[in-house]
């Protein structure tokens, strides 16, 4: 019996060590980023090819902004992946971009609450509104830069030996990412540059439209779970966007919406609250230069259906021509 309990003492210990080795080197390490800092200090010298995930995308955001310090940018942008294109291939000149996937509001504010704290100063701020900032979000994910959480969290994989396949791949760089050596236009694969910006990865046209008709479904599904409108939170984000218009030259971007999203669904309650967050932003954010529109085809923005990535993010060529250079109807 007394050899037994060794056995399976010594067979614990051995899973514990190996889980904690495996948490250590993997992209699911939270707590020291391990991966994160080694993707970041490639990623600020390189433009990187990108195969899978390296790394949580808020914790190379919060290792970017470190390994930055007091660095001085022209353009500063923080949103979700509709600003992520705003960077050099899409002509913001020394730019540094930390959108994330999903962003909330809780992410703006913390993540420019980081720029300031590591002392990093700007021109100009960009930052993007979407309607689900019109809610408070059942998106956890601003709780990544929670170290606390982090640590909570890292414990329970470790003892749970809780890691997917992506986890275990992400501890062998060349399997995540590789130096971009063609031409960002010649190369149809993702990109992120050193700035922080990506280029989408490129699809054949059938593939494009495929995706798009997917996406309009699943988007639709997500607008059922999140796009409610509750206005004293609104309010908070508004009054957010009007504190750092004083104290910064900032633009607000709002990214369109392919317009099959409307004709598919024109009565449903939960796509109008699209445009009546919107006519909220107008009507109380209307000193604070915006470009861009949810709806898409008016005279805020016009893009045409095959710029249109998916149902909620438009190409690189797009965003030159209406983000960039397009000076909008203000």
Request: contains cysteine; charged residues 20%.
């Given at each position: 019996?007394?050899?037994?309990?060794?056995?399976?003492?010594?067979?614990?210990?051995?899973?514990?060590?190996?889980?904690?080795?495996?948490?250590?080197?993997?992209?699911?390490?939270?707590?020291?980023?391990?991966?994160?800092?080694?993707?970041?200090?490639?990623?600020?010298?390189?433009?990187?090819?990108?195969?899978?995930?390296?790394?949580?995308?808020?914790?190379?955001?919060?290792?970017?902004?470190?390994?930055?310090?007091?660095?001085?940018?022209?353009?500063?942008?923080?949103?979700?992946?509709?600003?992520?294109?705003?960077?050099?291939?899409?002509?913001?000149?020394?730019?540094?971009?930390?959108?994330?996937?999903?962003?909330?509001?809780?992410d703006?504010?913390?993540?420019?609450?980081?720029?300031k704290?590591?002392?990093?100063?700007?021109?100009?701020?960009?930052?993007?509104?979407?309607?689900?900032y019109?809610?408070?979000?059942?998106?956890?994910?601003?709780?990544?830069?929670?170290?606390?959480?982090?640590?909570?969290?890292?414990?329970?994989?470790?003892?749970?030996?809780?890691?997917?396949?992506?986890?275990?791949?992400?501890?062998?760089?060349?399997?995540?990412?590789?130096?971009?050596?063609?031409?960002?236009?010649?190369?149809?694969?993702?990109?992120?540059?050193?700035?922080?910006?990506?280029?989408?990865?490129?699809?054949?046209?059938?593939?494009?439209?495929?995706?798009?008709?997917?996406?309009?479904?699943?988007?639709?599904?997500?607008?059922?779970?999140?796009?409610?409108?509750?206005?004293?939170?609104?309010?908070?984000?508004?009054?957010?966007?009007?504190?750092?218009s004083?104290?910064?030259?900032?633009?607000?971007?709002?990214?369109?919406?392919?317009?099959?999203?409307?004709?598919?669904?024109?009565?449903?309650?939960?796509?109008?609250?699209i445009?009546?967050?919107?006519?909220?932003?107008?009507?109380?954010?209307?000193?604070?230069?915006?470009?861009?529109?949810?709806?898409?085809?008016?005279?805020?923005?016009?893009?045409?259906?095959?710029?249109?990535l998916?149902?909620?993010?438009?190409?690189?060529?797009?965003?030159?021509?209406?983000?960039?250079?397009?000076?909008?109807?203000?």
């Amino acid at each position: 019996m007394k050899r037994l309990i060794i056995s399976l003492l010594i067979f614990c210990l051995v899973l514990f060590g190996t889980s904690l080795l495996i948490f250590y080197f993997s992209k699911a390490n939270l707590v020291t980023d391990t991966s994160a800092k080694r993707f970041i200090s490639t990623s600020l010298q390189y433009d990187l090819i990108i195969a899978n995930a390296p790394c949580d995308e808020r914790r190379a955001v919060a290792q970017r902004i470190k390994q930055l310090n007091n660095r001085h940018f022209t353009h500063l942008i923080i949103g979700s992946s509709r600003v992520m294109q705003l960077g050099k291939f899409t002509g913001f000149n020394n730019a540094l971009n930390l959108g994330v996937s999903g962003a909330s509001y809780e992410d703006l504010k913390i993540i420019l609450d980081l720029v300031k704290l590591n002392q990093i100063t700007f021109d100009s701020l960009h930052l993007d509104f979407n309607p689900w900032y019109a809610s408070p979000s059942n998106d956890q994910r601003f709780l990544y830069f929670d170290q606390v959480h982090n640590i909570e969290s890292g414990l329970k994989d470790i003892v749970l030996f809780r890691y997917s396949k992506s986890d275990f791949k992400s501890i062998i760089p060349s399997l995540n990412y590789k130096i971009r050596t063609l031409v960002p236009e010649k190369c149809n694969d993702h990109i992120i540059f050193s700035d922080g910006s990506i280029k989408q990865k490129s699809h054949g046209e059938e593939k494009r439209i495929k995706n798009l008709n997917y996406s309009i479904k699943n988007l639709y599904h997500k607008i059922r779970e999140f796009y409610v409108i509750d206005e004293k939170y609104l309010s908070q984000v508004f009054q957010f966007y009007h504190e750092v218009s004083s104290q910064y030259p900032t633009t607000i971007y709002l990214s369109p919406f392919h317009p099959l999203l409307f004709q598919t669904y024109p009565q449903d309650s939960r796509i109008q609250n699209i445009l009546k967050t919107e006519n909220l932003f107008r009507k109380h954010c209307g000193d604070i230069p915006a470009k861009g529109s949810f709806v898409n085809q008016t005279s805020y923005i016009d893009v045409p259906s095959e710029m249109f990535l998916d149902a909620m993010h438009i190409s690189e060529v797009a965003i030159r021509k209406y983000f960039t250079s397009h000076p909008g109807p203000r």
